[in-house]
């Protein structure tokens, strides 16, 4: 447990926090002194559920060659002890369990993902430190919507679902070494998603924000069914071969390298679960409705394929996992977006955002493969 206090702003960063942190991770680095470069916090339309300070270290004369040469130091995005406005609260939840992705399962290790020097959660105050490579030094760029998404782009990312997918599916150690992991039907983030709080906070979204309040009366569902809905199909992908899912896979927590070799980033949502979870989330926010509508059944076959050459036994038909797809459209729309401030992204992304996944939910007729669940 660290000695100080975790900051949530960049005044109050400290070397004495950092060094702990880094220490307790990754022995024999430690930071003789830092700089401050930028600032991101929540608020600014930069930063949705975390805020983000980047730090040039001066590494100790005894630290290893080849560390990051600038640092992206995530915080939370409250005061220590506050209850931020914003899905029910719960910030705590998706902070600890990013904390445990990348300082237990590493995953820059296996694939492209952020190199971690280290990270810390606090119960007590709900607050986190997290320090991760900072991509630009790469020359990585960061996708939005509002990006143009190649197929080879999208297939790149689709390989680094796979690789995720094929590594854990139905690993051995689930329930065991790899019991702390969340899952989509218990857990502290399933205690989230399905609680009062989420719900009446989906309520005050639609009432609130009047462009997400006629589109779903256009549709002619409610925040309730949709509640109901991603609980049902949650449940019942539970019955089907699990693996480790990224849990959060829309556009905005992907990377592309210049080769356009794409990464993935913000694992707050991982979870155990049904492959299609993730799959289903990055077509429909990648791609614009014209090139999902084209091409998204070639990209579950493509997907399938990569299953099928990682040895993944017993993979799904594409029938199978189609009719999955379909419905894991529920969750995109309802806990990806319509409980999503507009704040957390800027006004032009969320209102793309809600208009993709309700218009996948409404082409792939997704209530009415729901319908037998």
């Given at each position: 447990m660290?000695?100080?206090?975790l900051p949530t702003r960049s005044e109050d960063l400290s070397i004495k926090a950092l060094n702990q942190v880094i220490e307790a991770n990754t022995p024999g680095v430690s930071l003789a002194d830092f700089t401050i470069v930028e600032s991101h916090l929540w608020g600014g339309g930069q930063a949705s559920s975390a805020g983000r300070i980047i730090i040039e270290p001066r590494y100790s004369p005894s630290s290893p060659e080849g560390l990051p040469k600038h640092i992206v130091v995530k915080v939370a995005k409250s005061a220590p002890g506050e209850k931020v406005e914003s899905g029910g609260s719960g910030s705590g939840q998706l902070y600890e369990n990013e904390v445990n992705v990348y300082t237990r399962?590493?995953?820059a290790g296996f694939m492209t993902a952020p190199v971690t020097l280290g990270g810390t959660f606090d119960p007590q105050s709900e607050t986190?430190?997290?320090?991760?490579?900072?991509?630009?030094?790469?020359d990585a760029v960061f996708p939005s919507m509002k990006t143009e998404i190649s197929m080879a782009q999208m297939q790149s990312m689709i390989d680094q679902y796979a690789s995720?997918?094929?590594?854990?599916?139905?690993?051995?150690?689930?329930?065991?070494?790899?019991?702390?992991?969340?899952?989509?039907?218990?857990g502290a983030l399933h205690d989230l998603f399905t609680s009062n709080k989420v719900a009446g906070f989906a309520e005050y979204q639609v009432a609130t924000t009047q462009f997400k309040q006629e589109m779903l009366q256009r549709m002619g569902v409610t925040p309730k069914e949709l509640h109901e809905q991603f609980q049902r199909v949650q449940a019942h992908q539970a019955t089907l071969p699990q693996t480790l899912c990224h849990g959060d896979a829309h556009i905005g927590n992907t990377y592309l390298l210049p080769n356009d070799?794409?990464?993935?980033?913000?694992?707050?949502?991982?979870?155990r679960g049904y492959c299609m979870h993730d799959i289903s989330y990055i077509i429909t926010t990648g791609l614009s409705v014209t090139e999902r509508r084209a091409h998204e059944r070639e990209l579950l076959e493509y997907y399938r394929h990569q299953l099928l050459s990682g040895g993944v036994e017993g993979v799904p038909s594409l029938n199978e996992l189609w009719l999955e797809y379909r419905r894991a459209m529920v969750w995109n729309l309802y806990i990806g977006w319509l409980i999503t401030p507009v704040v957390n992204y800027g006004w032009e992304i969320t209102v793309?955002?809600?208009?993709?996944?309700?218009?996948?939910?409404?082409?792939?007729?997704?209530?009415?493969?729901?319908?037998?669940?």
């Open positions: 660290l000695t100080t206090e399962l590493r995953p986190f430190m997290l320090l991760l490579e900072d991509l630009r030094d790469r995720l997918h094929t590594r854990y599916w139905n690993h051995p150690e689930f329930g065991r070494s790899l019991g702390w992991l969340e899952d989509h039907t218990r070799q794409a990464g993935l980033l913000d694992w707050q949502l991982s979870a793309m955002a809600v208009l993709r996944t309700m218009t996948a939910y409404e082409d792939l007729e997704t209530r009415n493969a729901l319908a037998d669940l």
